[in-house]
């Protein structure tokens, strides 16, 4: 198991915190995004030991890690087509399957606190929002920016360059 796929287990796992039951996929990977972006903020690295790729995607960052970490979670999260009434789409809703008492393994204390917080900050907004946040960070503006200077609507495929994430000030003193 690695860090990325005990991190979505938590995610599901911790969402009730935030109240809601359950996350969309897409939900699923902007909070992953911004873990990873904050994890930049605050102290400079990446959140995860392996290499999670995020990639400019029509709707905001992707990363092909996140689907096969998702393909290879399978015992773990289940995944069902939902159609909402106040949504024109069908989305993928995922939940930690009844009956799943996992033990964290790779995933320390500090990291479960980091992940909380991320939660308790942006996990309770609607979608419309959370895509507002993420479209706020650093490395979404860099390729927002590029996609402007070259007149296209996406650079589909572009990679998130988490190196333009700006150290959080007071970490910067304390460093």
């Known amino acids: 198991m690695t860090i ?3 991190t979505i287990i938590f995610i599901l796992s911790q ?3 935030v109240d809601k039951r359950d996350l969309s996929k897409i939900e699923l990977f902007k909070l992953i995004y911004l873990i990873e972006t904050e994890s930049y903020r605050f102290t400079g690295e990446s959140f995860f030991d392996e290499k999670v790729i995020f990639t400019r995607d ?3 960052p992707i990363s092909v890690d996140i689907y096969k970490a998702l393909d290879d979670l399978s015992d773990f999260v289940q995944m ?3 159609k909402k009434p106040d949504y024109p789409h069908s989305r993928h809703s995922l939940y930690i399957k009844k009956g799943i008492n996992y ?5 320390k204390q500090d990291q479960k606190l980091f ?3 991320v939660l308790l900050s942006f996990g309770k907004l609607n979608i419309k929002k959370l895509k507002e946040k993420v479209y706020d960070t650093e490395p979404m503006v860099a390729i927002r920016s590029e996609e402007k200077r070259k007149k296209t609507e996406c650079l589909k495929g572009a990679r998130m360059d988490f190196e333009t994430v700006k150290l959080d000030q007071d970490m910067r003193q304390l460093l």
């Open 4 to 6: 990325l796929e005990e």
């Open 103 to 107: 033990e964290f393994k790779k995933l």
């Open 58 to 60: 029509g709707n905001g």
């Open 15 to 17: 969402i009730h915190k």
């Open 115 to 117: 992940i909380n917080s």
């Open 80 to 82: 069902e087509k939902e």
